[in-house]
Nanobody
Framework: QVQLQESGSGLVKPSQTLSLTCTVS??????????WSWIRQPPGKGLESMVM???????YYSPSLKSRTSASRDTSKNQFSLQLSSVTPEDTAVYYC??????????WGQGTLVTISS
């Protein structure tokens, strides 16, 4: 059974860069039938897709976040990562990593709260 676990700093100062890593077990991030995603949910708001990473490493960014977002992966560790630059308090959210199978999110990490505050 696939498991995803987010890790990273829970508190980031404004204007700095948020960095998170998702460690995947029970499935390979290079399996062609899977894609992987970062999603966030600000307090009191809905889910927002940030980036999708295909098994071949191709990335698709949300247009609204593309200028500040960078995704990467380490296939040797079966991990993928997210960086969001120039953060503001509006970037405070619970950040999730998830797996995509046949255009549906079928597995999620537990989520990690990242607070943007000085």
């Amino acid at each position: 059974q696939v498991q995803l676990q987010e890790s990273g700093s829970g508190l980031v100062k404004p204007s700095q860069t948020l960095s998170l890593t998702c460690t995947v077990s029970g499935a390979s991030i290079t399996t062609t039938s899977y894609a992987w995603s970062w999603i966030r949910q600000p307090p009191g708001k809905g889910l927002e897709s940030m980036v999708m990473i295909r098994a071949d490493g191709t990335t698709y960014y949300s247009p609204s976040l593309k200028s500040r977002t960078s995704a990467s992966r380490d296939t040797s560790k079966n991990q993928f990562s997210l960086q969001l630059s120039s953060v503001t308090p509006e970037d405070t959210a619970v950040y999730y990593c998830a797996r995509i199978v046949v255009n549906a999110l079928d597995a999620w990490g537990q989520g990690t709260l990242v607070t943007i505050s000085s």
